[in-house]
């Protein structure tokens, strides 16, 4: 083993590692190590920039005292939704070189800035209509479109998983206590979007001069813009209905059209490769929404068709 090899353990408890071990990770390379009441400042602190936190401030929040202090104080473990796995990495002595504070989360609750907690904010202010932003993974895979009375809901990911959580968590809270809706948004693209997306990787690519290195594209979807998803939300909060709502605009379109769409909008249809990346493992054939409530219960329809959106979301990147 060289000194560059390390071996990486996982603890269940910040007390299964010394306060002095541990802080002399979180502090900053040349910041003392304390041993036995003494402040010692060693050449061992003086590692490599590259595993080191030199020139950085050191941060209160990562000491040994604080985190410990989280676990003694049952503020994580149990049924709080955070359960301590912190890593270690040790030197071929045994000696630790390296830690990260981790933690599994299981569920939402337990933090305080998410949707339930502003929900619970909300009630005690004497709100009387709550609207939160679900999603689409919270569906089971289904082959056709999904229902939100028929569709089961069984998340594959852990964001679907903690978006279910929340909407089950704050309907139960809602119950004769305030009106709400929960809308569960499909596939947006517009401006802002994260650059590594579809929509605005390709844009980029062909706007670059690249080629546009897609998958086969087979895969079939419902966009919306997201200028039309944030009107249909204002439409639910100002709707009498109850529950979930699919806030997408119920005509599926395949990726390989939405690329081309693209791509002719720009005048670069020769760059636009398909096939030239292969599809992910587990992704889903098909993933398109009913829109029957949006319609007829909240009386919404889209103010973009999707051309009309892409060309906006061009112009936008174009801009940038």
Same mark, same amino acid.
């Given at each position: 083993?060289?000194?560059?090899?390390?071996?990486?353990?996982?603890?269940?408890?910040?007390?299964?590692?010394?306060?002095?071990?541990?802080?002399?990770?979180?502090?900053?390379?040349?910041?003392?190590?304390?041993?036995?009441?003494?402040?010692?400042?060693?050449?061992?602190?003086?590692?490599?920039?590259?595993?080191?936190?030199?020139?950085?401030?050191?941060?209160?929040?990562?000491?040994?005292?604080?985190?410990?202090?989280?676990?003694?104080? =049952?503020? +994580? %473990?149990?049924? #709080?939704?955070? &359960?301590?796995?912190?890593?270690?990495?040790?030197?071929? *002595?045994? @000696?630790?070189?390296?830690?990260?504070?981790?933690?599994?989360?299981?569920?939402?609750?337990?933090?305080?800035?998410?949707?339930?907690?502003?929900?619970?904010?909300?009630?005690?202010?004497?709100?009387? =209509?709550? +609207? %939160?932003?679900? #999603?689409?993974? &919270?569906?089971?895979?289904?082959?056709?479109?999904?229902? *939100?009375? @028929?569709?089961?809901?069984?998340?594959?990911?852990?964001?679907?998983?903690?978006?279910?959580?929340?909407?089950?968590?704050?309907?139960?809270?809602?119950?004769?206590?305030?009106?709400?809706?929960?809308? =569960?948004?499909?596939?947006?693209?517009?401006?802002? &979007?994260?650059?590594?997306?579809?929509?605005?990787?390709?844009?980029?690519?062909?706007?670059?001069?690249?080629?546009?290195?897609?998958?086969?594209?087979?895969?079939?979807?419902?966009?919306?813009?997201?200028?039309?998803?944030?009107?249909?939300?204002?439409?639910?909060?100002?709707?009498?209905?109850?529950?979930?709502?699919?806030?997408?605009?119920?005509?599926?379109?395949?990726?390989?059209?939405?690329?081309?769409?693209?791509?002719?909008?720009?005048?670069?249809?020769?760059?636009?490769?398909?096939?030239?990346?292969?599809?992910?493992?587990?992704?889903?054939?098909?993933?398109?929404?009913?829109?029957?409530?949006?319609?007829?219960?909240?009386?919404?329809?889209?103010?973009?068709?999707?051309?009309?959106?892409?060309?906006?979301?061009?112009?936008?990147?174009?801009?940038?």
């Amino acid at each position: 083993m060289n000194s560059l090899e390390f071996r990486i353990r996982i603890i269940q408890s910040l007390a299964d590692v010394s306060s002095a071990a541990w802080n002399s990770c979180a502090s900053g390379s040349n910041a003392p190590i304390r041993e036995q009441g003494e402040v010692k400042l060693t050449s061992e602190n003086n590692r490599s920039p590259k595993l080191s936190t030199q020139g950085q401030v050191d941060n209160p929040f990562v000491t040994h005292e604080f985190l410990s202090s989280l676990e003694e104080s =049952r503020s +994580v %473990g149990g049924r #709080t939704g955070w &359960e301590p796995r912190h890593l270690l990495a040790e030197n071929q *002595e045994g @000696a630790l070189v390296g830690a990260a504070p981790c933690y599994i989360k299981s569920h939402s609750r337990g933090e305080y800035v998410f949707d339930h907690g502003w929900a619970d904010a909300f009630e005690r202010a004497g709100g009387e =209509r709550f +609207v %939160g932003a679900g #999603t689409c993974a &919270e569906y089971a895979p289904s082959p056709g479109a999904c229902d *939100e009375r @028929a569709t089961p809901l069984a998340p594959t990911t852990a964001y679907g998983t903690a978006k279910l959580d929340v909407y089950r968590t704050v309907g139960a809270q809602a119950r004769g206590r305030f009106s709400f809706a929960w809308g =569960r948004i499909f596939f947006l693209f517009g401006p802002h &979007e994260d650059a590594s997306r579809l929509v605005p990787s390709v844009i980029r690519s062909l706007a670059d001069g690249r080629e546009a290195r897609c998958t086969a594209g087979t895969q079939v979807r419902d966009f919306m813009h997201v200028g039309d998803v944030a009107d249909a939300f204002a439409a639910l909060l100002d709707s009498r209905v109850e529950d979930a709502v699919n806030i997408a605009c119920g005509r599926p379109v395949r990726v390989a059209d939405v690329v081309q769409t693209i791509a002719r909008q720009m005048d670069a249809s020769d760059r636009v490769r398909l096939g030239a990346l292969p599809i992910p493992a587990g992704e889903l054939p098909s993933i398109t929404a009913s829109v029957a409530r949006l319609r007829d219960e909240v009386r919404w329809s889209r103010a973009r068709d999707l051309d009309l959106g892409l060309i906006q979301t061009i112009e936008w990147w174009r801009g940038r």
